[in-house]
């Protein structure tokens, strides 16, 4: 089972990533492992969905990452 989701910081800058396992990734990017999300403050997870397979995660991933994907974001609030 892989996991797209989808943190957010104080500012409300949205960070769109996928992995196999959630609270493993949460904790790399809380520790600033992720170049991308060390700079953030605050971060929390705000949305997520399940894929089967990681093929299916990764579109969805550089779908919400599309002009697309943020207007569905923005439609759930993001």
Do not use: C, P
């Amino acid at each position: 089972m892989f996991t797209v989701y989808v943190l957010q910081d104080k500012d409300n800058k949205l960070y769109k990533g996928v992995t196999g396992n959630i609270q493993r990734r949460l904790s790399e990017h809380l520790k600033g492992k992720t170049k991308t999300t060390r700079q953030m403050v605050n971060i929390k997870i705000v949305y997520t969905e399940e894929y089967e397979t990681f093929d299916l995660a990764r579109k969805r991933e550089v779908y919400l990452k599309t002009a697309a994907g943020r207007r569905f974001l923005k439609k759930k609030g993001l």
